[in-house]
């Protein structure tokens, strides 16, 4: 999410704001209540948004999910669907969501083709491509 910068602390410090916030009751800005959504949904974050280290690291190799990352790709998802970019994203995610009957479960599916494709470019040095996203997710929305 560029909108916050490159500082992986300050990154979390939103998340954490935004759901500290949303669990007093107080008021959220946009951006705070849309953080707040997606960490609600992900309740097996809950922990570590609220009292976890904020500097952990966390390690596939060990079988663990960085739930910054996750939540990240989660915003990034949506920033897609609600702009339509890639151009035809919406209607993909819309075939996925009608076969899988589950909005939370088609965003994943688009989250898993936007992590490949983030893993490529950064393999590969370069920006994402998002026709080789939008191809991903495309295939998706076939099976």
Do not use: S
């Not at 800005?29 to 690291?57: F, N, T, W």
């Not at 970019?85 to 993909?92: E, H, Q, V």
């Not at 819309?94 to 989250?111: K, P, S």
Request: net charge negative; proline share 7%.
């Amino acid at each position: 999410m560029p909108l916050f910068g490159q500082d992986r602390g300050a990154l979390r410090a939103v998340w954490r704001e935004a759901w500290r916030k949303h669990r007093a009751g107080l008021p959220l800005e946009p951006l705070e209540a849309q953080l707040a959504d997606l960490v609600a949904i992900h309740p097996e974050y809950h922990q570590a948004l609220e009292d976890g280290d904020p500097d952990q690291e966390w390690t596939p190799e060990l079988g663990e999910a960085n739930p910054f990352l996750h939540l990240g790709l989660h915003a990034a998802v949506r920033d897609g669907l609600a702009t339509d970019r890639p151009t035809g994203l919406r209607a993909a995610y819309h075939q996925i969501a009608a076969r899988t009957r589950d909005a939370h479960a088609a965003e994943h599916a688009l989250l898993e083709c936007l992590g490949e494709t983030l893993w490529e470019a950064q393999r590969n040095g370069l920006p994402p491509d998002d026709a080789a996203y939008l191809a991903r997710v495309q295939r998706r929305a076939r099976r």
